[in-house]
Every structure is written in structure tokens, then in C-alpha cells.
């Protein structure tokens, strides 16, 4: 992903998170937030419906939305589950 969106790899970077699916990469500005997001429940709950999501963006920057954060699912409608 981040091939595709150079402005991304500038703005964060990996983190590697323990039983996180390996077919995912996670970006983050910092060590808390990326902690504060992904937790226990959403590791579990990715791992229990690996393959159907294809990214999930989330950011506080005004520049998506007004609101105080804004959150984006892709799904792979693609998925045979």
C-alpha cells in the first residue's frame, strides 16, 4: 500500500503487532495511538474474518472530515466467506 500513497510512508510508520493477520500492515504516527487502536478485540476480530477486509484507514486529521475522527473499511467482495 504504501507504494502506491508516498505521502502515507512519510506521515507514519510500521509497527509489527503480536498475532496481528500477516496479511496486513499497520501504519501509525505513534507507538500510543497504534496501541489506543489496536487492541486485543479488533486483533481478534480481524483474525476471525481474515481475508474480508482489505484496509481500514483511520485519522483525526480535519482534512477527511469535521468530525473528530474519521474511519474508511474497504471490503474484498471477493471473499468466500
Known amino acids: 500500500m504504501t507504494e502506491k500513497h508516498v505521502d502515507i510512508r512519510m506521515m507514519t ?3 509489527a503487532i503480536k ?3 500477516q496479511n496486513y500492515e499497520v501504519l501509525g ?3 500510543d495511538t497504534v496501541d489506543s487502536l489496536v487492541d486485543n478485540y479488533v486483533i481478534k476480530r480481524l483474525n476471525e474474518i481474515s481475508g474480508l477486509v482489505s484496509s481500514i484507514h483511520y485519522t483525526d486529521l480535519k ?3 469535521q468530525n473528530s475522527g474519521h474511519l474508511r473499511v474497504v471490503l474484498n467482495l471477493a471473499h468466500k466467506k
Open 19 to 21: 498475532n496481528f493477520p
Open 29 to 31: 504516527e505513534a507507538v
Open 63 to 65: 482534512v477527511f472530515s
Open 13 to 15: 510508520r510500521h509497527f
